[in-house]
């Protein structure tokens, strides 16, 4: 096998492995080099996001809301199924299955598209080489055209709580567990904590979240997260907020978990303590001395708005570098890289990357809040579509939530849409194309949603900006 390579990726999560096989589709030479391992020991494609992340988290998220849709909406559709079991080895082991369906089919990809796997450990030396360690050690030098960085991020540890992989655990701990924790508690109501509280909570355990911000998701629209918050206490979820965690020590079987808060210092104990903080970009054993490649502050990649590093055909994408670390923020840049090698138009539209909490009731959204559109001194207008409003929401039993558009007022663009309801995931997609192509409200307003439908939500919402909706009353 040749060793020269016109590309040469070192990370396969979802930034890597779609810049290899788009850097394949191009008729490049490409070898994806990646290390994951999981618990047992196995390696597999896909970095965090398919072994540890959004698939097995969406995975037991699903599982876990049909187990509460059995228990407190069955009733409501006239279906009665006795008490609910949860078999949580079955639970575990459908999401394995999906995981692994996940990670192999990554290698069929690359099978299909020409690009070489290398499963170990990838090192960029100076002069475009690197250095790649197999799993059997053996060590091979490769020379590349042109090198991608997508190494990752690892979960961000507390060092008044240190993990022990047993009772304090990061967020793929949170997703192992073989028992229902009776008592959890997390740290962090960020996305990934408030997802994998709900995930336990459903499952019948007291979740605490000590969160230390006094605001409840903040980056967050303000109507959505205070509806949000409503919702989750509801659920049962108790969410602590201005709780700073200052110290966990585990005796026993028990993790005492103390912080402070406005009242002074509190302690909550606990069977399992979830440390969701957030994440922070991996680099480790990645750059050799001489490399010309840069680290901020933080320990981000430095790249510029094009994902090129300082050293000239090394670029990095995904989570180890600046922006939000998402999946499709990461796939965006490695398609659009690969697509800059060859030569071809490329550019990541960072302005609309869609955000997604996968919680009951879901929330989405693109663009500015509007606490934000309105502190950037345009004026903006504000419409609002209920699902309590909406016949298919009705119908679904799942009529908790809204629609929300915010658009300027001088030539009606859309400036951000948020979504907490049913699907909002999905629903996004039609305002995040509709802002791609600079769509006004009006361009929403004017085009025809299926009846009876949850995307009506939006069509109304765009409307009701103008009080024009039809289904709500205009406020
Ligand atoms: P990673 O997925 O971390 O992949 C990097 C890969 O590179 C890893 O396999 C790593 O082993 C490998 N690697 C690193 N250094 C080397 C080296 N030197 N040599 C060889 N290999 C190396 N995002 C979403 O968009 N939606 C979600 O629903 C979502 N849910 C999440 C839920 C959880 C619980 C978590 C933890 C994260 C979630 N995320 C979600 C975030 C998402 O997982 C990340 O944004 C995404 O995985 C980043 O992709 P990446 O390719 O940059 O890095
Ligand atoms: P995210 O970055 O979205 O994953 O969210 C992580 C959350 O953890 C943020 O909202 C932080 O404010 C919160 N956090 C960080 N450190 C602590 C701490 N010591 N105690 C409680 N919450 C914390």
Not at 183 to 208: F, P
Not at 276 to 302: H, K, M, N, S, W
Not at 431 to 438: I, R
Request: aromatic share 6%; proline share 4%; glycine share 12%.
């Amino acid at each position: 096998m040749s060793d020269d390579f016109d590309v040469v990726v070192i990370g396969g999560g979802p930034a890597g492995y779609p810049a290899a096989i788009r850097a394949a589709q191009n008729g490049l030479s490409v070898a994806c080099i990646d290390e994951w391992r999981n618990y047992d020991g196995s390696h597999a494609f896909g970095g965090t996001c398919l072994n540890a992340g959004c698939i097995p988290s969406k995975a037991l998220l699903e599982s876990t809301e049909l187990v509460h849709r059995a228990q407190h909406e069955f009733k409501a559709h006239g279906i009665g199924v006795g008490t609910v079991s949860v078999d949580l080895a079955a639970m575990q082991k459908r999401k394995a299955t999906i995981v692994r369906q996940s990670t192999q089919g990554i290698l069929a990809l690359f099978k299909g598209a020409g690009v070489t796997p290398l499963q170990g450990h990838g090192r960029l030396l100076p002069g475009l080489r690197v250095e790649f360690t197999a799993r059997d050690g053996a060590v091979r030098a490769l020379q590349a055209k042109n090198v991608i960085l997508a190494s990752g991020s690892q979960p961000m540890a507390l060092r008044s709580a240190p993990f022990d992989g047993k009772r304090i655990v990061d967020s793929w701990g949170a997703l192992e567990f073989d028992a229902v924790p009776g008592r959890l508690g997390v740290i962090g109501a960020g996305v990934i904590g408030l997802e994998l509280g709900s995930v336990w909570r459903r499952l019948g355990a007291e979740v605490v979240i000590l969160e230390a911000l006094p605001d409840f998701l903040p980056m967050a629209d303000g109507q959505v997260a205070k509806e949000a918050l409503r919702h989750f206490k509801k659920l049962g979820l108790d969410i602590r907020l201005g709780a700073r965690v200052t110290g966990a020590s585990v005796t026993g079987d028990e993790v005492r978990v103390s912080y402070a808060d406005a009242k002074g210092e509190q302690s909550i104990t606990v069977d399992k303590l979830v440390v969701a903080i957030g994440r922070r970009p991996y680099t480790g054993g990645l750059l050799a001395d001489g490399t010309g490649v840069t680290l901020d502050e933080r320990g981000f990649i430095e790249v510029d708005d094009h994902c090129r590093t300082p050293a000239a055909h090394v670029w990095a994408v995904g989570d180890c570098v600046r922006g939000p670390m998402l999946a499709h923020k990461g796939k965006e840049e490695g398609v659009a890289v690969a697509d800059a090698i060859a030569g071809l138009y490329a550019e990541v539209n960072y302005k609309v990357i869609p955000s997604v909490i996968y919680t009951a009731p879901e929330i989405a959204w693109v663009g500015l809040t509007e606490e934000q559109a309105r502190s950037s001194g345009r004026a903006c207008k504000v419409g609002s579509f209920p699902f309590s409003a909406s016949g298919r929401a009705r119908a679904m039993e799942a009529a908790a939530g809204f629609c929300k558009i915010v658009a300027a007022v001088d030539d009606d663009e859309i400036l951000g849409v948020h979504v907490i309801g049913p699907m909002a995931g999905e629903l996004i997609a039609e305002a995040v194309l509709a802002m791609e192509y600079s769509a006004s409200s009006e361009d929403l307003q004017r085009t025809i949603h299926a009846h009876p439908t949850l995307s009506e939500a939006l069509h109304e919402a765009a409307l009701a900006a103008d009080k024009r909706a039809i289904d709500c009353l205009n406020k």
